[in-house]
Antibody, heavy 120, light 109 residues
């Protein structure tokens, strides 16, 4: 059974960089075949796809966030990470990591989510 | 403002069937057979219920079904049960991004 777990600071100051890591267990990122994704949900709102990465390092980003976004993978630790720079209060959200088989919006395994608040 | 339009709420009585719509454009829902549906209970992560318009993942009840006509996709839940009460989100692949609908709150009366 694949499990994903997000980790990182729950509070980030405005203009700083939000950094989160997703640790995958029960399966190897380097075995290929899946895209590893970040999705967020603003409080009381809908879902927003942030981007995803393949084990090879190929990345696909939401155009609306691309200029501030870096997603990376560390296959030795079976982890992938999110860095979002120059954050504002509008980046306050629950951040989920998830797995997709095809890269076509079928996210079959999700982490439990972690709330990140941007505030001074 | 979500790219995909869903009704804010739907309701039904136990045993009934309901349908949730998800309207996009020819650039997303209408252009690709990559529409998915997610169920989200309060405080929980979303759960994949349907992918590629009408395919159920292993373990998902056959009471859930998906379809698409033109630029509108639909999720139908038959034989409503109390545990179906949740938020439902559609999503679609586009050539440049992945989009989600704004979500529909299903109330089981």
């Amino acid at each position: 059974q694949v499990q994903l777990q997000e980790s990182g600071p729950g509070l980030v100051k405005p203009s700083q960089t939000l950094s989160l890591t997703c640790t995958v267990s029960g399966g190897s990122i380097s075995s290929g075949g899946y895209y590893w994704s970040w999705i967020r949900q603003h409080p009381g709102k809908g879902l927003e796809w942030i981007g995803y990465i393949y084990y090879s390092g190929s990345t696909y980003y939401n155009p609306s966030l691309k200029s501030r976004l870096t997603i990376s993978v560390d296959t030795s630790k079976n982890q992938f990470s999110l860095k979002l720079s120059s954050v504002t209060a509008a980046d306050t959200a629950v951040y989920y990591c998830a797995r997709t088989l095809s890269g076509y919006s079928d996210f079959d395994y999700w982490g439990q989510g972690t709330l990140v608040t941007v505030s001074s | 403002q979500s790219a995909l339009t869903q009704p804010a709420s739907v309701s039904g009585s136990p045993g009934q069937s309901i349908t949730i719509s998800c309207t996009g454009t020819s650039s997303d829902v209408g252009g690709y057979n990559y529409v998915s549906w997610y169920q989200q209970h309060p405080g929980k992560a979303p759960k994949l219920m349907i992918y590629e318009v009408n395919t159920r993942p292993s373990g998902v009840s056959n009471r859930f079904s998906g379809s698409k006509s033109g630029n509108t996709a639909s999720l139908t839940i038959s034989g409503l049960q109390a545990e179906d009460e949740a938020d439902y989100y559609c999503s679609s692949y586009t050539s440049s991004t992945l989009e989600f609908g704004g979500g529909t709150k299903l109330t089981v009366l």
